[in-house]
């Protein structure tokens, strides 16, 4: 159990601002964990089109690259939130 | 803004008689991208190719194997008359061949031979220590030898103990052991061996004291080394010597295959041949006149409209000598087809336009032109050229911006003065000055503080990914215009900056900027969807949130600025941290300090060129020709050869 005393110093510790930084955190490491599984994914399939045929590489670029807009999404979010 | 270069389609009828020289004249001209004919109902045939075609592969899968053994690098070429380069073919051909494959053969015997004699020295090394002859291992009949190594300590008390009539050798350090036994005892001694864990080593079957035996092969391995060694310089110094004659021959020989299979893909008849392909149009007469020269006139060219489908005419950029590094960028993506806008003009200014809006930074701008220019003047490459061009391109436009925001190795040049804060900048007399209030309290300044005015500068970059992207609508609606017709072209490009505007309206409207917009723009959104419905059916409006994502993918312009923003100025303030942390003497901790502030701006300058030009190429890519480019055009690749090391 946490008593009372604790908690007031807790959210007395923990202020509107340090809130805010967590959840701009929370925003960015979400995000860009997820741009990175996505990525993670999409490029290994494109590293292995491209041992086919090179020429893929332009296409192979784009179609990894894609799933980034979602740490950018992140980003402007953290930013918002500040 | 351009088009690939315009084509002709030329047809070239004659004689069989004239084939070989017509062929000739268009090798020499370089200028007709020939069209393989696929054999149908029509009666025409492929033909054979020419007879000197089979002599002259296998000439070449000579040439290139022993150049591939010699390793023959291309060097500057010094530039040989093909008819003496011909002339004296077969016979040089014929003697260096007989000259390498003879090396090679008594190299490669040495070679052998070396493994050998480093297989009997490994055999030799364990009796070493012993240093008994060979032949007394064998021959005998009542007496068992145990020749091998052991893993402990061998006590002779241990042998002993089973048998008295033995003889014991063993070297401690290498634990080899040689143990002659009477045969009856020879279990039991196996058994007392095999608990120390006995290895059998193989005796060499030559007869001879191991040390003397190690002299006489060391001598021999030293000879056949020194033979090795020798026959390669021989063959490096015919390496040196027949290097432009492999490297010339391999050229003219490369051409005259090239020639000898044409009838490959040509259609014959049993005394005509026709031959079908693209030219540029404005070379045409130059086609007709080199193939009239060269048949006197047998040889007949004709010109046919263009109807097939168009995506079979291969697509020849026609672009300007400054835009053209540009081309490398297009075909890492996808030539254009013959019907679309060329990009490359475009995107010669918003490739380092954005590159720059990213980067921004004078410091690294000098660093990476300087890198770009040295590396251009250095480097003979025809493929790092271009490369070096387009840097060159994108640090102009980082040093522009770097002006714009003030900024030098991460340090801030202009000391920032707004209401709410002063920091100090680089150059004492330079400050920035207010020009209107930003978005959220912030303020824009010139030199603009980026790390000031996150959210402005958010604002900057979404603004300038909206004038992208509707370009790239812009671009898309003369595509589609010209190929498909206005009306579609509105529907299906029109439509999307319609959608804008309204949004664009309401968001005025409803901010209260100008009152009662709000509703107009409702409506003229609902008619961009309605619009955009019509021309791509149900997939436009499911598109429809794509925009945003779009719009906002622009942020990575601040983003990754940042970034490189944020690494440079941790490297100057632990590198300054250190130097002021000792203020009276300057020592370790200064060298040490420099070193930090070196290698850190080295690693920022390497993400200088990989995040901002991957960045900004994403953004071309994605959301640039996403809204408008196909791409997928056939290179034009005519029928002919860049010399390099022959003249005719």
Known sequence: MVDAGTVAVATQMIGDAGLKAIGAGIAITGTGLASGWAEKEIGSAAIGAMAENEALFGKGLILTVIPETIVIFGLVVALLIK | MSRPKRMTKAVIVGHKSVLKRTIDSLHASNLLHIEDFIEDESGFKISKPFQNAEEVSKKLVKIRSIANYLGIERTTPAVQKTNAVLRELDAKLDKLDSDISEKIKIINKYETDLKNIEAQKKELLPFLSLNLDFDYYRGYENLKVFAGSVKENLEEGLISRVTQAYELFFDVNTKTVVLFVAKKDADKVAEVLQALEFKELRIPERGGVPSELLKETEQKEAEASRKIVSLKAEVESIRSQYTDFLLASDEVLSIENQKAELPLRIATSDNAFIIEG??????????????????????????????????????????????????????????????????????????????????????????????????????????????????????????????????????????????????????????????FPGISGEEFTFPVHRAHMVMTMIGVSVAVGLLHLNLGYILGFINISKHHGLKHAVLEKGSWMIIELGVLFAALGYFGVISGLTSVGVVILLLGIVMLTMGEGIKGPVELPSLMGNALSYARIIAVGLSSIYIASTINTIAFGMIWADHSKIGLV???????????????????????GLHSLRLQYVEFFGKFYQGGGKKFNPFGYIRKYTEE
């Open chain 2, 278 to 435: 693209w030219v540029p149009s404005d070379k045409y007469d130059i086609l007709i006149n080199s193939v009239n020269d060269a048949t006197s006139g047998r040889a007949y060219v004709t010109s046919i409209g263009i109807e097939e489908e168009e995506e079979h005419i291969p697509v020849e950029y026609n672009n300007s000598k400054s835009v053209a590094p540009m081309q490398e960028i297009m075909n890492l993506y996808s030539r254009p087809r013959y019907t679309e806008i060329d990009p490359s003009s475009i995107i010669f200014i918003t490739f380092p336009l954005i590159y720059g809006m990213i980067l921004g930074d004078i410091g690294y701008a000098i660093i990476l032109g300087a890198m770009a220019l040295a590396i251009k003047s250095l480097v003979k490459s025809d493929s790092v050229k271009p490369l070096m061009n387009i840097l060159l391109y994108c640090q102009i436009s980082t040093f522009i911006f770097g002006i714009i925001y003030g900024e030098f190795l991460g340090f801030p040049l202009a000391s920032l003065h707004t209401e709410g804060e002063t920091v100090a900048g680089l150059l004492p007399f330079w400050n920035t000055i207010t020009l």
């Open chain 2, 590 to 612: 200064a060298i040490a300090a420099i070193i930090v502030f070196i290698l850190g701006h080295a690693l920022n300058t390497v993400l200088s060129i990989i995040a901002p």
